[in-house]
């Protein structure tokens, strides 16, 4: 029997299983449900002879629901491919997102894209994989985490720090909807938060006041300057035609001062946030953003502090690499069109078996055109071609 053949058949049971997914309202933040959600895969996994096992993670943020990844593993042999998702969703626009509906080829929801979908892919891929007796003397292990949507720290993090990430590994793959494109790259990203101090006055007696938020201003004009000399540099990686080549900075993406319009700021803060291009030495930029903050800060004598809250190093497998090229030749006899390959605009957790010299790819059924909106679904057809891919991929590396 053909994979094609051997998931035609199972159509209905991957359409059951993204249903039950999407029906469990994992948002994060705030890391809601993420146990029950964890829970239907265990059982599923079980169901399709996946040996699941869930091991229990920090608390990424405080107050989520039983935080924890869910590891699988097909096949027993020495030689190892990573399959890796992520079951947190990020917060629905509308509650009516979490009663999945099938029509028309498409089951639309709140996860579908982004990536439930792709982790029904990637467990029916393995499961045929295995069925079908084509991993030779190797193994898929799958890694599905709680908390993509907020740094995955917690849990891909967990993974790469408990030593659950074995560097040995041929490749690994990721199933966030690269909409039919190989990720091969993906940007790092820098954020910091940037607090000034002023002094509270009467709006009567504004002169005896430090105007915080006037500080605030002038410091961030020097940071929108960077910003926009950033975007003039250009990634060498191909891009998808929507995208932009700079390096992306957002100055004020959150941003506040004051207790009151009659008192003269005591305190305001902003943030920045950048998503470098893979070329870009992320420490470098860093110092160059606090050099220019404190910088300016210090010509009109503010008192400032700049706080890192994220520093994700970028990631990229070339596309002449081996593992790569037998990815885009799976893609290309799947799909009967040549693959493409593109830096994907955001962050990826490919980052965290990149760092180890394991080659990892971004390839998923969703488009991101429609991942976190209101209008989110993934076409069944291509969650099944996408299953086809991800067990001709481990058979192809592994056999
Ligand atoms: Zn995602």
Redesign the pocket.
Known sequence: MTIEVWLERRAEDMARLLGRLVAVDSENPPGRALGRCAEVLREEMDRLGLAPEIIPVADPAGGSADPCVVRGTAGDGDGLVYFHG?FDVVPAQDRAQFTPVRRDGRIIGRGTA??KGGIVSMLYGAAAAKALGLLGAGRIVLHLVCD?ETGSVAGAGHLRAAGLIDPAALAMLTA??SGGGIWNAARGAVSVRVDIQGREAHVGQAHRGVNAFQHMLHIARPVERYAAELAERHTGFPLNPADAPGSMLVVGGASGSGANFNVVPGAAYFTVDGRYNPEEDLEAELRRLTALIEGAAEEVGATVSVRTTQLQPSAGTGQDHPAAATLARVVGDVEGAPARFELCAGILETRWYAQLGIPAFGYGPGRLDVSHGPDEYVEEAAMRRCAAVYARYASAMLA
């Open positions: 992520h982004d990536m993509e966030e909807p």
